[in-house]
């Protein structure tokens, strides 16, 4: 069982610029939660995709997207990039057509600095 | 607005003692509570959940957390803790009509010395 894996791991942008994030979910789920950890903080929710579609969000600007794929694989998009957009950008997946979607599976996050 | 308080940010012991690490919550409906582990340099993983049932839960590594209705508070345990337990421990709130969003607390970072 191949669990949850994220590129790039560490990434540097320059303030206004647009990043990409990816995640491909563990075997299986059908689910993918976007959270953002500042340091020294927990993680915050971004938004979940659910069979392609988004399923709820925090309390994230729109510039913050993202997409699902068939394979349930996903991206997090973020445009005009701001300093405080500097954090770790964690994906989980979860649910499958037998288990419950509550039960998160993390990957290693991206680390994402803003200069 | 449902959010999640740890009490203590730092807590240094040493091995063999008892660990009680605080977690309080704030909503009054029904919540499945989390507690997760992040070990230096790897992933968040899930130590223990409660959905409903026996409000004392059992997860792995000896860890163990009580849910108390009234209090909002779902503490993490541990009778005797190893280096090994050395990490950063995260409580998570999760409500119905929540989008199976996870809150998160602040986090504790855990040092045990030999």
């Known amino acids: 069982e191949t669990g949850v894996t994220q590129s790039p791991t560490h990434l540097i942008k320059t303030r206004g610029q647009q990043v990409t994030l990816r995640c491909s979910s563990q075997s299986g789920h059908n689910t993918v939660s976007w959270y953002q950890q500042a340091l020294g903080q927990g993680p915050q929710f971004i938004f979940q995709?659910?069979?392609?579609?988004?399923?709820g969000r925090g309390n994230f600007p729109p510039r913050f997207s993202g997409l699902q794929f068939p394979n349930y694989s996903s991206e997090l998009n973020v445009n005009a990039l701001e300093l405080d957009d500097s954090a770790l950008y964690l994906c989980?997946?979860?649910?499958?057509?037998?288990?419950?979607?509550?039960?998160?599976?993390f990957g290693p996050g991206t680390r994402l600095t803003v200069t | 607005a449902q959010s999640v308080s740890q009490h203590n940010h730092h807590v240094i012991l040493s091995e063999a003692a008892s660990l009680e690490l605080g977690c309080n919550y704030s909503y009054g409906g029904t919540v499945n509570l989390f507690w997760y582990v992040q070990y230096p340099g790897q992933h968040l993983q899930l130590l223990l959940k409660y959905f409903s049932g026996d409000p004392l839960v059992k997860g792995i590594k000896g860890f163990e957390a009580e849910f108390i209705k009234s209090k909002f508070s779902f503490n993490l345990r541990k009778p005797s803790v190893q280096w090994s337990d050395t990490a950063e421990y995260f409580c998570?709130?999760?409500?119905?009509?929540?989008?199976?969003?996870?809150?998160f607390g602040a986090g504790t970072r855990l040092a045990v010395h030999p």
């Open positions: 989980a997946s979860s649910g499958t057509a037998t288990t419950p979607r509550y039960e998160q599976y």
């Open positions: 998570a709130l999760m409500f119905s009509g929540g989008y199976n969003k996870l809150i």
């Open positions: 995709y659910y069979r392609e579609e988004e399923n």
